[in-house]
C-alpha cells in the first residue's frame, strides 16, 4: 500500500517571503500522479498543482511550484511571494495510475502554513 | 454554479438518528467518492463509485451505506450514529484521462456532530 509523509505538522512564513512544504512518499508503481490540496479555515479542498509521474518537468502554477525527485520519492511545495490568503492547511496525495485498478487518493496528515506580517 | 455539492453544511443529531448527506456534481464526471476527516484533520477514502458501480469500499461500518441513483449523485446514509461518527464528510468526483481517475474535486464538505 502506498504511504504518504508530512513531516512538517506546522510551518510559518512572512508575507512575500517563500517556503518550501515537504513531502515523501513510498510507492512501488511507476505511474502516479501526485497533488497538493489546500485547505483554508472555510474547510473547502482545493486543488493547488498537480504532477505526473512521467513527467520530468516540476509543475507550475504562478506562485506554486514543485520540486519532484521520483527516485527519492520526494514531492515538495514551493510557494513564492506568499500571501495572507495562502494561510491554510495544505496536504499531499498520491494516486496510483496503474491500469486496472480502482485509485484512490491517499493523503498525508497535512502541514498548518501560518503566514505573518 | 458549483461544481460538486453536497447537502447539508452542518448536521448536529442525537446518538441513535439515521440520516443522510446527499452530494451532486455536475462537472460530468464518471467517478465519485466520500472521505471522511477527522478530528486530526486526517483524510480518508470511504466509498468510490464509477458510473454507480461500487468500486472501492475501505474498513467502514455497515451503518455507513453509499447509493448512488445516477453517475451524477452519490449519497451517503448513516444508521445508528454513534459519538465517533463526528467527523466533516467530503464528497468527490474524478475525471478520467487515459483511462484512469485524476485529481478529486470536493464539496464543501458536512461536518457531522453526534451528540
Known amino acids: 500500500a502506498q504511504t504518504v509523509t508530512q513531516s512538517q505538522p506546522e510551518m510559518s512564513v512572512q508575507e512575500a517571503e517563500t517556503v518550501t512544504l515537504s513531502c515523501t512518499y513510498d510507492?512501488?508503481?511507476?505511474?502516479?500522479?501526485l497533488f497538493w490540496y489546500k485547505q483554508p479555515p472555510s474547510r473547502q479542498m482545493i486543488l493547488v498543482i498537480r504532477?505526473?509521474?512521467?513527467?520530468?518537468q516540476n509543475a507550475t502554477e504562478n506562485r506554486f511550484s514543485v520540486n519532484f525527485q521520483k527516485a527519492a520519492k520526494s514531492f515538495s511545495l514551493k510557494i513564492s511571494d506568499s500571501q495572507l490568503g495562502d494561510a491554510a492547511m495544505y496536504f499531499c496525495?498520491?494516486?496510483?495510475?496503474?491500469?486496472?485498478?480502482?485509485?484512490?487518493?491517499?493523503f498525508g496528515t497535512g502541514t498548518r502554513l501560518q503566514v505573518t506580517l | 454554479d458549483t461544481a460538486v455539492s453536497q447537502t447539508p453544511k452542518y448536521l448536529v443529531t442525537q446518538m441513535g438518528n439515521d440520516k443522510s448527506i446527499k452530494c451532486e456534481q455536475n462537472?460530468?464526471?464518471?467517478?465519485m467518492y466520500w472521505y471522511k476527516q477527522d478530528s486530526k484533520k486526517f483524510l480518508k477514502i470511504m466509498f468510490s463509485?464509477?458510473?454507480?458501480?461500487?468500486?472501492i469500499n475501505e474498513t467502514v461500518p455497515n451503518r455507513f451505506s453509499p447509493k448512488s441513483p445516477d453517475k451524477a449523485h452519490l449519497n451517503l446514509h448513516i444508521n445508528s450514529l454513534e459519538l465517533g461518527d463526528s467527523a466533516v464528510y467530503f464528497c468527490?468526483?474524478?475525471?478520467?484521462?487515459?483511462?484512469?481517475?485524476?485529481?478529486?474535486?470536493f464539496g464543501q464538505g458536512t461536518r457531522l456532530t453526534v451528540v
Open positions: 504532477q505526473e509521474a512521467y513527467k520530468q
Open positions: 510507492t512501488s508503481e511507476s505511474d502516479y500522479y
Open positions: 463509485y464509477n458510473n454507480k458501480e461500487l468500486i
Open positions: 462537472l460530468g464526471h464518471d467517478t
Open positions: 468527490a468526483s474524478s475525471p478520467t484521462r487515459r483511462g484512469q481517475s485524476t485529481e478529486a474535486f
Open positions: 496525495a498520491y494516486r496510483s495510475q496503474v491500469t486496472g485498478t480502482a485509485s484512490k487518493l491517499t
